[in-house]
């Protein structure tokens, strides 16, 4: 699987085999660009001296020392203390409800309206952001348990340029962008 959401060939192999990288990302993906969020759960990896991010580490990790690791430059994310402790109360969550494995969030979903709640009661995840994490699941993972483009709303459509689940390549990442700053034209416009 070849992934174009990070900066680097890295980051990007992380996201693709590492289910607990690829959640990190979406959590962390507001407020700075796409590619940035992306990237960071492969530089957090490096910092925790990890092959792969571990839910269970993170969530018992010191939470001075693991804002550290968020604020050390470049920092992992515009608010680095804020998202340190998003990510780590992520990461518990997983412990408590999933045993740390990540991906039985979406393996063992019985159907996508279970998907999208799931996702949507994980720390730092609301209703939009866990509809797009469930049309990234669906169009680049493979992952379709009956009803998950019905469940993504219209981030599950086909042929759609609306969020991080499109970005396949650099031209799909500038439609995803024209038609964010539309959107955003439209809602200022209409305020």
């Known amino acids: 699987m070849s992934l174009h959401l990070a900066t680097t060939p890295a980051a990007n192999a992380l996201l693709a085999q590492d289910p ?3 959640l990190v990302g979406m959590l962390l993906d507001q407020q700075i ?6 990237t960071s759960p492969q ?23 693991f804002e550290e690791l968020f604020r050390r430059v ?17 990461c518990r969550a997983l412990v408590e409800q999933y045993d740390g494995d990540t991906a039985s969030v979406w393996t063992t979903a019985a159907d996508g309206p ?7 009661g994980l720390p730092g995840f609301g209703q939009q952001k866990a509809r797009i994490f469930t049309a990234l ?27 991080v689940a499109d970005v396949v390549d650099g031209e799909s990442l500038k439609k995803v962008r024209d038609f964010k700053k539309q959107a955003k034209a439209a809602a200022k416009a209409g305020s």
Not at 43 to 65: H, S, W
Not at 114 to 120: G, H, P, Q, T
């Open 43 to 65: 530089v957090l990896a490096e910092r925790l001296g990890v092959p792969r991010l571990d839910a269970a580490l993170i969530a018992d990790y010191d939470a001075v020392e």
């Open 114 to 120: 279970e998907l999208v709640k799931r996702i949507a």
């Open 20 to 22: 607990l990288a690829l």
């Open 33 to 38: 660009p796409m590619e940035k969020a992306f």
């Open 137 to 163: 699941l669906g169009k680049q993972f493979g992952v379709r348990p009956v009803g998950w483009d019905t469940a993504a709303a219209a981030y599950g459509e086909t042929g759609a340029f609306r969020s």
């Open 74 to 90: 470049p920092a992992l994310h515009r608010f680095p203390a804020a998202m340190a402790k998003r990510v780590q109360d992520l």
